[in-house]
């Protein structure tokens, strides 16, 4: 009843073209999909256009972790002081997030994990919530690139917080500088998004990370970009892969 009545708020036009996505989507078959690589290599630039064509949902746990900060939740504050010294935020209260997300509707043709798994404990208990519903990870990215190569992608990086846009000062800039391209507000730099703190991360990457690209390479299910090239050319490797 609550839901009904909620949709009668919805304009004309928002509530059209959500119609118009579902019945694209409806053919499309499902996909469990995730990016997997270091900081900065374009995970959040490609999962919109993969979701767009795929139909998928997009979970983020870096983006998710970030609104539970910004409006201080218990999870938020939690997570807080290990996000801001670059480390991973706890195995239970991720795994937790994304327990809870892969529920929603429109992850049920399946979904982009951006950012997650990122140890092999989360590897290990997302492939246990995926078996109780009968499903399975179909594919890994796994996104490649020279960690010298990364903090300049990562020091000139801006993004929208709402929508978790990415922009890039020299590689992606903004049409209007400081402003997202879609909703006309400001973009923000990341507190976490400099030199110093993206060592810790590259740390944590190479340590706690990659052990999770090996386990999925045993699976046969990973697939490697070469996303040191251009983001167009990315793309068309996604694509290829996942067709
Ligand atoms: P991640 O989500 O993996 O941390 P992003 O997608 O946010 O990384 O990309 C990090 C920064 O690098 C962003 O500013 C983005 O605009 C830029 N970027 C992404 N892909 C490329 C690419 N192929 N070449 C150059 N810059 C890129
Ligand atoms: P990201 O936006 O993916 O760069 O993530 C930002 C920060 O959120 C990381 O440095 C971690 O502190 C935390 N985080 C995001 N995803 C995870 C995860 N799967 N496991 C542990 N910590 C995470």
């Known amino acids: 009843m609550a839901a009904a009545a909620q949709l009668e708020d919805v304009p004309n036009e928002s509530l059209f073209s959500e119609l118009l996505r579902r019945m694209k989507c409806a053919p499309k078959p499902e996909k469990r999909i995730i990016l997997v690589g270091p900081p900065g290599c374009g995970k959040g630039t490609q999962s919109p256009i993969i979701k767009e064509d795929f139909c998928l949902c997009h979970l ?3 983006d998710m972790l970030r609104a539970a900060v910004a409006k201080q939740t218990p999870l938020g504050l939690q997570a807080k ?3 801001d010294k670059g480390e991973l935020v706890t195995d239970d209260l991720v795994v937790g997030i994304i327990d809870e997300a892969l529920k929603r509707p429109s992850c049920s043709k399946g979904f982009i994990l951006d950012g997650f798994p990122r140890t092999v404990v989360q590897a290990e208990k997302l492939d246990a919530m995926l078996e109780t519903q009968g499903h399975k990870v179909d594919k890994v990215l796994n996104f490649n ?4 190569v990364l903090e300049e992608r990562i020091t000139g990086r801006w993004i929208h917080p709402g929508s978790g846009r990415s922009y890039h000062s020299k590689f992606a800039p903004p049409k209007v500088s400081g402003i997202d391209d879609v909703s006309g507000e400001p973009l923000i730099q990341r507190k976490d998004d ?4 993206l060592k810790s991360r590259l740390d944590a990457f190479h340590k706690q990370t990659t052990p999770v690209i090996a386990y999925y390479s045993q699976k046969g299910i990973v697939v490697d970009l070469q996303a040191e090239k251009p983001a167009k050319d990315v793309t068309s490797q996604i694509e290829k892969a996942l067709s």
């Open 194 to 197: 400099t030199a110093e703190v």
């Open 60 to 62: 983020a746990t870096g």
């Open 145 to 148: 690139v020279e960690d010298s």
């Open 81 to 83: 002081a290990a996000m």
